[in-house]
């Protein structure tokens, strides 16, 4: 079955303290994406990989890293998290190809207190 | 830039009743994809309809229609005889060729459909 899974899918913590929501896919997808889900906004694109060892900068990556050392793995790495980061959070990829549709993960709702 | 706009924030409507979802889209390129995302209360989301700029055939898929019209820059979809599992958040969304995994999004209609 395919999959895309995060986790953890909540959290709450506090304020500087490191924090990683791991993504992991087994389609076998190129593309894999960052997004955050705030009310008013719809989904804004983090950061983004076209390929292992390739990332790239989305709308809104201020107060995040990310990695991706192998093609199923695109952890979100927050190092010092802080309260506007309140929010919930979308891994998603897709296989090659023009445009091809997004596969999201279930979400991970963060509280940072 | 891209850009999407859903004007709608919330559409309340009774069961049966038919319900229009407006999406109106910017963009520079010439080639470019929408799209529609449901997310139910449970908060995932669920892909809905992809369309390219050069096809702009009308869809139905069961109960679901989608209206592409390129002259007004819209993609509005339609739920024709709504049920309560229709309740969701449905989002539009844009990408374009020369960009194709930027999925810019619109802020979303929120549809509560009421037994």
């Known amino acids: 079955e395919a999959q895309v899974t995060q986790n953890p899918r909540y959290l709450i913590t506090v304020t500087g303290k490191k924090l990683t929501v791991t993504c992991s896919q087994n389609m076998n997808h190129e593309y894999m994406s960052w997004y955050r889900q705030d009310p008013g906004l719809g989904l804004r694109q983090i950061y983004y990989s076209m390929n292992v060892e390739v990332t790239d900068k989305g709308d809104v990556p201020e107060g995040y890293k990310v990695s991706r050392k192998e093609k199923r793995n695109f952890p979100l790495i927050l190092e010092s998290p802080s309260p506007n980061q309140t929010s919930l959070y979308f891994c998603?990829?897709?296989?090659?190809?023009?445009?091809?549709?997004?596969?999201f993960g279930d979400g991970t709702r963060l509280s940072i207190l | 830039a891209q850009k999407v706009t859903q004007a709608q924030t919330e559409i309340s409507v009774v069961e049966k009743e038919d319900v229009t979802l407006d999406c109106v889209y910017e963009?520079?390129?010439?080639?470019?994809?929408l799209f529609w995302y449901k997310q139910p209360p449970s908060g995932e989301l669920v892909f809905l309809i992809r369309r390219n700029s050069f096809d702009e055939q009308n869809e139905i898929s069961g109960r679901y229609s989608w209206n592409f019209q390129k002259s007004t820059s819209s993609f509005n979809f339609t739920i024709t005889a709504s049920q309560v599992v229709d309740s969701a958040v449905y989002f539009c969304?844009?990408?374009?060729?020369?960009?194709?995994?930027?999925?810019?999004f619109g802020a979303g209609t929120t549809v509560t459909v009421r037994a």
């Open positions: 969304a844009l990408s374009e060729a020369l960009n194709d995994y930027k999925l810019s």
């Open positions: 963009t520079r390129d010439t080639t470019y994809y």
């Open positions: 998603a990829t897709a296989g090659r190809g023009l445009n091809q549709p997004q596969h």
